[in-house]
Each structure stands twice: as C-alpha cells, then as structure tokens.
C-alpha cells in the first residue's frame, strides 16, 4: 500500500517529512582523524571478510574520528546535537583482483548516535552504537593542548556495550604523513536487512561505497603508535589475532557524500 | 555479489555471525509500562496518519516502558546492558474501514539503545533514539516506592536530542483498569530505506505489525493522568495541538515477537 | 565572607536555593538490590581499609542497586531524572574491636548521576561515576522476566570510564535469604576535601555513616552467585585478587536518611 | 581518627591513593571556547549573585567550552575519558568597590563528568552536571567545518536534567576580538558543604577564584550573537530576564592551575 505522505526520505513518515531521522544527500562531513594502520596475520582475516571481495592482505587501519556533519544549508552546526558525532572505523585491505586497485573492506563501525547510524547503513557502512574517545590537537603551546607537533602525544579509546574494545596511542613525529586507510583507497561496507514477513528470512547483503565528492584535507602528521583490540563477547577484532601498530597520523578532513555506488 | 558467510541476520557480517546487531526472532520482552490514553482534535492527525490507513479518530495514547529483552537462552538477561532499554511509544487509533476492527498507528517511537531500535525497524516500528524517564512501582510501602496503590504519583518523560519532548504524570486510583492503546488493538508502523544508488531515491514504505505470541499481563492498575507534547524543531507530535489525557494506567507485561505481518 | 542569601543547602547558591544541587533531608530510598557477598585473602583487604577501623576479615559484599529516591514531597517522582539511579557499593567487612558489632567499610561505591553523588558524599560514601547495570525482576511469568522463583538468573554489571570493572551473576533459589552486606550492619565510609588555598593540603578525612530511619523490605530471595573484579587503571578492587562469591540475594528495600553519624 | 593511609588528596581514599577521583595541582586545561556577551536587566541580577560581592552591573557572559585536561605527566591524553569534558560557564560583572577592578561572579556552571565537577568545586566553580554542545572550527574550507573566518556560523546549548536551558549561535565577522567574561577578568564563586553530623546545618559558603598561571590563547575572532536563557523547573537562569547577546568570540585557550585563592 503506497504512502499518501510526499515522499519522506527515511522513517519516522509524516506529512511534511520533518521528522525524518535521515534527509537526503548530499550530506557534507568535516572531521579530526587519528588514523593507525596496522598488521596481522592474514589468514585471520577470513574470519571479518567476505571471500568474494578478495582474500585479506594482512593490512589494515583503524581510524578515531570526532566529526561534524551537515546538510546544505547548514543548520546542524547551529545545533551542534545534530552536527557532531565521534567514530571508530575499521578497514581491511583486500588482495586486488588482476587490473584493479587496492581497496579496503570495512568489517565494523562505530558510531555514537541515531543519524549517522542510518546514514551510514544507507552508505554500506555497518554501523553499531560505541563510544569514542580522542585526543584532539589545538593550535597552542600548553601541556594539554597536543599541538600538531613532534612530541605530542594523542589517545583513543572505543568502548562497546561498557568494555574497552580498542586502545591505540599516537606519539607525532611532526613530519608530513601520507594517507591511510579509507583515507587512501576505495573503502567498501556490507549492508542488507532480513524480512521478517518471511519466516527463515536473513539479510540480503549489498556491497556499497560511498560516493564522494568535494574532498579537502589539511595534511595528515605523521606519528608511530600503540594498538591494542581487546577480547569481547559480541564484537570480533580480537579474531584478528595480534596486530602490529605501523604508520599513523593525525589531522583533519572534509568531504561530501552525495549517494552510494553498488560493487 | 553473494556474501560467502554463513548467512548472518543482520549487519555487520562476519564468519561467524557473531557480531550482528541483531540475531533471529522469536524476541521475548517483559517490561514495566505506563500508558497515557488522549484525545486531540481528530483533523490533526493528518499531519501524522498516512490516509490509506484510514482518517485518525482523534483518539491516541503513550507508552512509556522500560524493557527487558532476550533471545531463547536469555543470555542477554546475565549482560543486562544487552537486555534493557526503555522506550516512548506514542499510537493514534485509525477509523476502521467497514468489517474491520480497531487499529493503531504509530507515528513515533523512541528508545535509547541501537539493538532495540533496529529490532524495531524489522518489525515496522519507526525508531529514533531517545531518552525516557519512568517511575518504577515497587512493592513497598515507603514514600519513594510508589506502590501499585491508590493514590501512587508516577511521573514520566521523553526528550529527544537534548530537548524535553514529551511529559506525563498520572495519580493511580489503585484500580483495575481495562487495556490501553497497543495493549488494546494491532498497531501498524511504516518502514522501508531510500536506495542511495538511485539519485534521487526516496524511501519505499512497507506497512507492517509485530507478529505477536505468548502474551502475559500483570493486570493494569488504573489512574488519573496528565500530558504535554512540546514543540521541538524535529519532532512533530505538538502537531496534534493540544491534547487531553483520558485514563491511564501502569503493570507490567510480557510478550514474544516471532516475525512481522504485512499489512 | 558570609553569603546574603537564605542559607541554600548546598552549591550553587542562589536566593531562592532552588539551584541547590541537594536539598536537605530527609532523603527517602526506595530501590531493587541484587547482593553478591564473597570471600577474599583477608591481608589483602589493607589496600582498602584504613587500619584505624580494624583489620578486612576477608568477607565482604557487592550491591547492585536501582534506586528511586525523593524528599519529602516527592516531587521528583512525578520527573523521574531528578529520582533514579543505578549504583555499585562495595563493602568490605572490618573485624570488631572486643565488645562491638561486626561493621562493614564502603571503600569504592559509584552511581550515574550528580545529585546521588553529592548526597552521598554527605553521608560519607565516596562516590564516583559509574555506569551500573542489573537484571529486574517482574512478577510474570515469561521468558524476559526474571521473576523471583528458582531457577531466574539475574546479571549485573559495572564499568567505570569505559571499561568493564565488575561482573555478576545470581541464579535464584526461590528460597528466602539473609540479609547481606549493608543490608545487614551498618557500614561506614571516609570522605574530607583538600583545601586548594593551602599549598601541599590534601583531604582530611572524617569516617561517616548514614543515619537511618523507617526501613522496609520486600524480604529477599537466595541464590548461588559469580562475581569478577577486573583490572582497571585507576579502580582498585582487583587489589582484593580473587573472590569467591557466597550467598546471593534480590529484593527491594526503602529506607530513610535523616542525616549521618560521626564514627 | 586519622586516616592510616598515605594522604589521599580526595576519596576514594586507598592506601596507594590511585583511585582518588582527583589528583593533586597543577592542573592543565586546554580548550576551544565559543563566548557570548550579554546585557541584562541590572536588577534581576540579585537572584543570582550575593550582595556582599557588590551588585551585577547587568553584563554577562555565557562560555561554551570543550576542554581537554591533565596533571603533569599527560597521562590522561593517552585515555582522553579521562582528559576530556564540555562546559558551559555562566559569569555575571559585579560593580567594583571604589579602587578595584572590575570582577565576574560565576553563579551557574555544567559540565559532563565527575573528575572536573570535583576539581572545580575545589577551585569554588559551583558545578553541575549538564550536557554542553558547540561548534567546532576546522582548518578547512568546507561547508561542515565552521573555519574561523568571517560568515562562518557556529551554534552552542547546554540542557540539564533532559531539559534544553541554553541556546546560543555565532555569526563570525573573521575579526580579532577582544577577551570575554573569565577571559578578561577574575571569577569568584562560591561552595561549601553543610554538615549532616549537625541537624539542621546548611553550607558554610566560602568565596573562591582559581589560582591561574601559564596562560596562553590563540588570539579570539570576534562575531554576532543570539542567547536564549529557556525556563527549567530547576536552574534559574531565566530569572536574569530577557538576555541580549552582545560581543560573541571563538578561539582556543590553556591555562594552568595551581590551586585557589580565597577572595
């Protein structure tokens, strides 16, 4: 039965889609990341991704973002509650198929609110409730402001559920770093939702990306780091086995989602 | 392109299924209700009601409850903060068509937890996050008890994004009461995701209700009440205008989801 | 310099001490327990328990408490963020000196919100912000509902800054039980605050205990419990090493303090 | 009786002293603040502010602050929950005696967690625990990041209790402004506990300001500004009447505290 309502984007559905959780793109997202890539052993990674996409390389990066987001009219940032959210994501890199480029697959994401949730599973991000912490790095000379400088040190933390599940640090060495991650490569998720019309139903899973466009950074400083992914009875990075901190970074980035593309 | 897992219900997929956000049906919930009947001027509930469900009567009412939730070996009960959360559920009665009996449907809901929001999306029940306050009764005789008993004062309350949106007391009468709202009748809600591959993609409405088995009540206590719904620059129910509390009621109940049914 | 206005209770201090934090008491408790005692190497309790009270006898008990509490009005009944709490109190038993009771001592106790604190604080419990979680118990007979009969199992959980810091679990007997830890002697606490205008001061502690008036119980029900302190960078209760949970219980209780009492 | 332990500086008092919920000065803080300057009537100034500091001049100034905080050893940026807070700061000018400058009293002040509740008790902040949002600036040229120059449009709230209290937004003119409120000028506020030993008691109020030094800024962009103080059945910040916002600033700040100064 089709709805009366002028097209709402997601639910809540009401006349004058007001109330809808999501509205649509393009949604503009600036950000402060902490970016730690790392290594594992590869084999492990079978247990986080798919054999369709291509085998785990053993490489990966786990990315702390405290970002802003907003529509194009920007009123969000005049009720920050609606702007601002923190995030832990993490991306494995496939194997490239003969021709085609490195790329990362993200297995689990965190967030800590509804609309950047949904925005995400819209995205192929597979987006859960957690909590993130990072240090932020101010633009002044004080004990705890963690300039952008060498020396600074910076921490993260994400927690899911009341238990630690990620701890890294991050001491800059001040110099010039390149891009990580999903910084770096296509990055795809996997999204799909059982119907519960159908008994035995499961999820039907959809391989996305985001469509990005508009991107802007303001250069990425590089650091050595500590990465540690604790046991949990429910999230699984500890499957990864033993990680090796690598290169990581620190800085801030702007980009525009306008849609999804399929895989 | 097929995810090789074994099917996993819902996102994120992993090998072992482990970290989905949701696991299969049957859901069984058992939670402490109070539920506030209103009225409000029937022509209003356009601003909320899809019309092919047929014209709201201008008879409604609100839910508060805090739940406790778990699959068949109830593991979630041991790890509470996988079993608990607590919700505004706010149903606006529908006019029966000819031969069919009374309906609600629920424009808005809110709970405070990420499992419980998407459970409720599978089933059609359109969820935001939100915070909820409710008086729990305890089977004391002891001024901050509130008993199941005459003159008990419960107070409850909704905010959403940092903004009181919803506020309600009711005196209880110590009374037995008859069912309220979506104790009463079926209540349908409206679900269904825009495709962000498609520009211009808006979301395709399904109209769903729970799938609902081995009911049990406590018996409802009946009461006097009061009500407001707020403005707020999101949330739309002060679009019903002003709204007149009509009787109300708390107890406790159980119920077990199996599925959801098409309407 | 003495302040103008109408003595408030507490901070802020307003004309009308209607911003008062904490209003006077009495302050009436009503709340749902689950107690977990438990055994420990009893040398280890000096990390806890200051030697001036006696020695730790190595038995102590862990409270999971949801509370509701109120003034004599009972205002906050009627909005429930000003009444419920969740919180954590641990208590270590202290060996009598010849010729007095056994007493306990509360050495880490955390609730979830401000005004629990600063009440407590008052009386002499040195409380933190913790997030505590425990199972409910509803009279109903359904699989989320974990009546009050053998054979429920209740759990309950603290985290403390991100991380999980206690563990427990209770499978009921169905059989009335004892009552355990501060439901059963009174317990005593050590609170006192620097003063920063004096270079080098540190706390001077003063031992407290609540004075308690107009208790009532719902009688509690036994059962066979576990329990785990974990590590925590900051929070000591792994200095007690390994417990052994003993006798376990579930009920509800309401009590009255009227002020504290000087140990 | 004397607490066997090595001096604590605050409860929890354990014989190592790591669980105390502060540790000693100095303290280091370092922030992004969003400042807004106010006029209000002079006369409503009494409900807030005592008569024996003098009588409010009906200047204001509301401070919206996302800090970041440590000891010496910067060990709390490496676990940044234990580093980070939000704030909104309240300061009205109180009219100097002849020969001294001028002054701001801080009636009201919010923050998110109990380690800064506790530390600015001690430095005389009257603090309670409320949920601050604001704006963040970004070195970037994108429409999500608010970069401090001219046009850019920043939003900042404060809600207590689940209620919104403050509203404020910044339009920035991308021009170096002057210092606000505490910025510019001393603040004095007021605590003191009563003692629940003695019925009766209410808080002895001491007057206190922090002793700052090492004090750096990152030089202030000036903007326009809307304030909108909202009713709440708890705070009385509505009392000053209506506000009207003057002067607003942006910038980041760090200052060291070594203690407090009794006025």
Chains 1, 2, 3, 4 share one sequence.
Not at 105 to 133: A, F
């Amino acid at each position: 039965m089709p709805l009366s309502f002028t097209p709402a984007f997601t639910p809540p559905f009401t006349s004058s889609g007001r109330s809808a959780l999501v509205q649509a793109p393009p949604w503009h997202y600036a950000g402060w990341l902490v970016n730690v890539a790392f290594e594992f052993d590869a084999e492990r990674g079978a247990a986080l991704v798919p054999a369709e996409l291509g085998a785990a390389t053993g490489k990966g990066c786990v990315h702390f973002a405290d970002w802003q987001a907003c529509g194009d009219d920007g009123h969000e940032l005049l009720d920050p509650v609606y702007a601002q959210y923190r995030e832990t994501i993490v991306v494995l890199e496939i194997a490239p198929k003969p021709g085609e480029d490195a790329r990362f697959y993200c297995p689990l994401i965190y967030v800590d609110q509804d609309i950047s949730m949904l925005r995400g599973w819209l995205q192929g991000w597979p987006k859960k409730i957690g909590n993130t912490w990072l240090t932020r790095s101010m633009p002044l000379i004080h004990p705890a402001a963690a300039p952008l400088s060498a020396g600074s040190r910076l921490g993260a933390s994400l927690s899911v559920k009341e238990r630690r599940l990620v701890d890294a640090s991050v001491t800059l060495t001040g110099e010039k770093a390149e891009r990580l991650g999903f910084l770096a490569a296509p990055t795809i998720g996997a999204v799909g939702w059982p119907d519960l019309t159908q008994p035995g139903s499961t999820a039907t899973p959809c391989y996305l990306r985001a469509d990005i466009i508009d991107r802007v950074e303001s250069g990425w400083t590089g650091g050595s780091a500590t990465l540690q992914f604790h046991d949990h009875p429910v999230e699984e990075l500890a499957l990864l086995g033993e990680v090796r901190a690598g290169a990581a970074s620190a800085g801030w980035m702007g980009l525009t989602v306008r849609g999804a593309l399929a895989v």
